[in-house]
Structures are given as structure tokens and as C-alpha cells.
């Protein structure tokens, strides 16, 4: 990416623009369902974890930098602008994924095509990163990618276990109980237990 960050707006200047025409664009946005209360990415959905308590949108928004990037549309390299009609909130995984579009409708589509959030890493990163929301921008980048890659490996464990490898099993074991007395301790309930990871996925 080119450019200067410096003359794009901020993450709720790009909000203000697509509030009152993004259902022409945008059809599926998480905001015909929830409004604009919680900062979410425009791809997938995902919510990240601020204060949403906060007295004005501008500082909920404003705040979610560094959980959500301000994507470009059309590529600034490939001739696109600075401009909130070029710019859309991701996050971390939605913006790492996608390719450099050399058209605004091309990157229209990306958006739109999108596969919502998984709930179990909408509830991880809840969980993880609530008590985090006073990181600086490049902090939550390189957090938010450590946690994911973990995750990913995590997925792949709770993976093995299902299919009965022991190992697998084993390590899954000792990472929910330590997940359960963790959140013991700080006085909150720990629901997942290894029996509901056998099941099925959560939708
Ligand atoms: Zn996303």
C-alpha cells in the first residue's frame, strides 16, 4: 500500500459516508441487523471488542483502530483514493486476504462475498481482548495475528480430537481447564467443555 494514512479519514469519517447509501452497495451489512452501536468489519462481520459504552459513535468507532483497518476499495497503487467512497472497515483477517483490485467493483464484490465471522473466534477474541482495548495500533496488529495464528493451530488440535487422536485430546483437555480456571478467577463462567467440542459447530 502507497499513499499517506494522513489524508484518509478516520474509521468514523468512512462510516459516516456508507451510514445513509450503503444498502445500494452493500446489501448484507452487519448494520441493517445492529445498527452502527458496535464497530464491525464491512466483510465479514466480526465485532471488535471495544467500549461500546462510550458517549459518542465517533469515539466507539474511532477506538475499534488497530482491530479494524480502513481498507482501500480500488488499490491506491492502482489508481484509487483516499476518499471514504474508496475505504470500508476490515479486520485483520478480511484485509491480509484480500487482493489488490484494480477496479472499485471488483473489491465490491470481495466485500460482499464474504462467509460471516466464525463464532467461536468472535467469542475468543472477546474473551481475549476485552481487557485489551487500550492497546496502541501496531500492539493490536501484532496481537491480533499472534492470537490468530494460535487459533488456527487450536482449530486444527479440536480437529484431531474429534477424529479420536489422543494426543490431541489430551492437549485439549488441559486447555480447557486451564481456560476454566482462568475465567474462575476472574469471576466468570467457562460454558465450553470438551464434550460440546466433540459436537457440533456452533452457528
Ligand atoms: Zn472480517
Redesign the pocket.
Known sequence: MGGSRRDMPTLYGIVQYWRGRYDEVFPNLKAAYIGWGEPF??????LAPVDDTQATLAQIWNSARGWLDRAHLQDLALGGSNGSENLVP??????DIMDPCDSRAEAIAYVND?VP?DSWWQMHTDAIFNSEANLDVPHKTKIMRDVYTRWVEQMRMIEAAKRGNPQAVKRLEKLLEWARRTAEREGRHFPVTIDDLRGSHPV
Do not use: M
Open positions: 468489519c464491512f466483510r465479514c462481520g466480526w476490515l479486520c485483520r483477517q478480511c484485509h464474504g465471522v
